[in-house]
């Protein structure tokens, strides 16, 4: 379809419909905590009442409610609420289905059920960031925008650049409801890059009353996590506060290592007088994990999901690099060709370390009935490495004379910013327009450590002063604007329309420091340079109509924009290849851009909740980074623009509540997104046109069935990943996998001191103890593989059961 045809037919669409559920993420935040200040009781007493006596997934959904809120029945909190209202395909997650999860759990493993989502890590609470994988309709976390409370988090990529995971900004005990919007978030997300939707995380209100939470969660893996809040209850000035602190601590559940992390949240809310409400959020985290081992389809087909690093072993890792370095025979089963490259079998040790502070200030001004604004400031610090014990740079003599060194990349992030916004009402009018800029000085260092040659090194360890050689080192600084303003207009008491756009300018540069060639295997360096990703005009127009009591439509078209990454890393960073490469595209290169069109239906009644929606997404632009050799050699890479990539499909989700205590959830989403171009570079072209995008299956399914009768809560839920490719040629595929959960729960219900407000709960992830692979280019993608030897899989993680105790004082 052309531009002017597919323009043309979103003009038309648009004289039928209406969009809700637009209002920008700050608005949105304010509401939700609003919301969570009139649920505040179930909120933070999660330990009395953790999950309200309510389905563990569908809700029994009135009247269409106005857009954005929740369904309400004669339960207090929905599970899920599939948008009614909206105009565009939107879903919302409450606390409660969070909270059914293990504690430490990341709230992506909730939103996966929603259609469209699919979510993979190869630990089975999906916090272990390298593994971390959300494709969205096709597009990756990298091209999905993801807000806490209105606040960016940035891209998630695992070095990331820009922000934080949600793990790591709020803990998941005080995690409120989470938004998704499948095609577009709206015009006023702060996200720079939220060319397939956007998720909007929210935190939970403090109490009115005082309280005090407390949980211990133990498991598989020598897992075990303690938690603590405690809500002060209203101040004598008003206002009210809480406090939280979590420490988690967990084995591998394969190889040696450990996953933990600790991590403190605050927040208090202050009214300044009948009109003014003032809200401080604060939030540390300290994450520390080793990482699991990169494999190949060959290596699982020789040795199975179990192989990992073999961080126990030191003598062995030192006789793997001796034999690389010399070219000696490798130790027995090491080095077959079968499996992959030789010295990249197992690697010594892998590890991930993050510490980060975070922190914003809110002001809601409620000015009068038709007229309220809002003013945010925030601010995010980062400290991380990325560490990698290599064979391929041995400790100098002088220094210990190991084979083997560590290879760091290291991160530091400081940004701050503003956002603002004014609602006005007048008539049948919603009119909302707002600013956002950030600015973000980001540095990245690729580092060498010496090795001792006798004694064991530490798992994890931060590595700081005493390096012996830096292979590269630079500094980057985005700046970034964005405005947008928007109409929300109930043209009748069943139509409403919502129309507007937003202008986004982002400034980019990079510093080089020092030499920053050693290292870098067969290239001249990195680039320095600046460059501009900006467009004046992006564009939301969309449209809801109410048909009756139960049936709706809807349909909405919006054209966004994807900023450059702005790193040595970054997967769309044109300063993550080499200077030659970077001369040869900075004339170019263009920012990556969506054109997306849905038109969908819902259906709700006491009893049932649907909806379907089918999409169209012309891709323009599209920005490749081709992996060059193993991940671990850290080889700049190629960054090539692989050209359009078109999409279509349709997301199906369905609620039922059959019988009394009891509820049916499934969703269904067809996709098929397909490069429309061949690639050529480096002299070579390949044949990509009409091949499948990589790491997106076609076909996804999720059904859950769940019972709760107020004491007693469970459920059972399957989730079906269809086969995926990592290579653009499409000649290697992952097979796909169903994945069985079991969660169960009760609740005490008793005016014994010891036992009030006190309940228990049972998550056993992998109920079958399926094998497979969970993450699919872990390590990167490549052309093609015939060999199937390319390590970028993730195994996902065994059956493993874990049990939670709470308590509510």
């Known amino acids: 379809m052309t531009r002017s045809k597919k323009l043309l037919l979103s003009t038309c669409l648009t004289t039928v419909m209406i969009t809700g559920a637009t209002a920008n993420a700050a608005t949105t935040s304010a509401k939700s905590q609003s919301t969570s200040h009139t649920s505040s009781r179930t909120a933070a007493t999660s330990a009395a009442k953790p999950a309200t006596p309510t389905s563990t997934v569908a809700a029994r959904p009135v009247a269409a409610p106005a857009p954005g809120k929740a369904v309400t029945s004669r339960n207090q909190e929905a599970i899920m609420v599939l948008g009614a ?30 259609p469209g989502v699919m979510f993979t890590s190869s630990d089975p609470l999906g916090s272990y960031e390298w593994s971390q994988q959300i494709i969205i309709r096709g597009f990756d976390q990298s091209r999905l925008g993801f807000t806490m409370d209105g606040i960016p988090l940035g891209n998630l990529a695992y070095g990331n650049d820009n922000g934080l995971s949600i793990g790591r900004a709020l803990q998941t005990e005080n995690n409120g409801a989470a938004t998704l919007s499948q095609g577009a978030g709206s015009v006023g997300v702060a996200a720079a890059n939220n060319l397939g939707g956007a998720l909007e995380f929210t935190s939970i209100a403090p ?50 290592g450990i996953q933990r992390q600790q991590q403190a949240n605050a927040k208090f809310v202050q009214p300044l007088g009948d009109h003014v409400k003032m809200t401080l959020f604060g939030d540390w985290s300290l994450r520390q994990e080793n990482d699991y081992q990169d494999i190949s389809l060959a290596t699982i087909k020789q040795y199975g999901y179990r192989v ?121 009018h919603t009119i909302e327009g707002g600013f956002w800029f950030e600015n973000n000085d980001f540095e990245q260092a690729r580092r060498f450590y010496p090795l001792g040659l006798d004694g064991t090194p530490g798992s994890v360890h931060w590595y700081k002063g005493n390096s012996f050689q830096t292979a590269w080192q630079a500094a980057f600084n985005t700046k970034t604007y964005q405005v947008h303003l928007q109409d929300n207009w109930q043209i009748t008491p069943a139509l409403k329309l919502n129309y507007g756009f937003r202008s986004l300018i982002v400034d980019s540069s990079a510093r080089q420091l020092g030499s920053n060639t050693m290292g870098v295997i067969g290239n001249d360096g990195y680039p320095s340079g600046s460059i501009q990703s900006s467009n004046g005009f992006l564009p939301q127009i969309g449209a809801n109509y109410r048909i009756n009591h139960h049936n709706e439509i809807f349909a909405d078209f919006s054209r966004n924009m994807s900023a450059f990454d702005n790193s040595q890393t970054g997967a769309t960073s044109p300063f993550a290849t080499t200077i030659a490469g970077y001369n040869a595209i900075k004339g170019k290169l263009r920012p990556e851009m969506a054109y997306s069109e849905e038109i969908g239906y819902r259906y709700h009644d006491s009893n049932i909740q649907a909806s379907v929606t089918g999409y169209y997404v012309e891709f323009e632009n599209r920005l490749a980074s081709i992996t060059q050799g193993v991940g671990i050699q850290g080889n700049a890479a190629v960054l090539a623009n692989v050209g359009g990539v078109t999409t279509r499909g349709v997301d199906v989700a369905f609620n039922y509540r059959f019988a009394m205590n009891w509820s049916l959830y499934a969703s269904y989403a067809f996709n098929d997104s397909k490069y429309d171009n061949n690639v050529t570079t480096g002299g070579v072209t390949y044949a990509t046109q009409g091949k499948k995008v ?115 004082f």
């Open 308 to 428: 990992d690093n073999i961080t126990g072993n030191y003598p062995l890792a030192k006789q793997i690099a001796y034999a690389y370095q010399n070219g000696t025979p490798y130790p027995a089963g090491i080095g077959n060709t079968n499996y992959g490259s030789e010295p990249d079998f197992e690697y010594y040790n892998a590890a991930g370390l993050r510490q980060d502070a975070m922190g914003y200030g809110r002001f809601d001004f409620d000015i009068n009935s038709h007229l309220k604004a809002y003013a945010t400031v925030y601010g995010h610090t980062n400290s991380g490495q990325g560490v990698w014990v290599t064979p391929y740079t041995p400790t100098p003599e002088a220094l210990g004379g190991s084979p083997l060194s560590v290879r760091t990349t290291e991160y530091g992030i400081h940004r701050e910013g503003f956002m603002g916004g004014v609602t006005y009402k007048i008539g049948t």
């Open 207 to 256: 109490t009115d009353k005082f309280g005090v939470d407390v949980s211990g969660t133990i498991g598989s893996a020598s897992t075990w996590r303690t938690f603590m809040r405690v809500n002060s209850g209203l101040l004598p000035g008003g206002g009210k506060f809480f406090v939280s602190y979590d420490y988690q601590d967990a084995n591998k559940w394969k190889g040696d």
């Open 694 to 808: 990589v790491a997106m299956p076609r076909n996804l399914a999720n059904v859950q069935i769940g019972y709760d009768d107020g004491s007693i809560w469970g459920n059972v839920n399957m989730q079906f990943q269809d086969k995926r490719t990592y290579t653009y040629l499409n000649d290697s595929w992952v097979p796909s996998n169903e994945i069985f959960n079991l969660n169960l729960g009760y609740r005490v219900h008793s005016d014994n001191f010891f036992l009030r407000g006190l309940d228990a709960q049972i998550n056993v992830s992998n109920l079958f103890d399926k094998r497979y692979a969970a993450t699919v280019g872990s390590n990167g993608f490549v052309f093609s593989d015939p060999s199937h030897t390319f390590a970028t899989l993730q195994a996902g993680s065994p059956r493993m059961v874990f049990f939670t105790l709470r308590k509510h």
């Open 85 to 114: 209202g909206a105009a565009r395909e939107t879903q919302t997650v409450s606390r409660t289905a969070i909270s059914q999860y293990v504690p430490g759990t990341s709230p992506f493993k909730a939103l996966s059920k929603l």
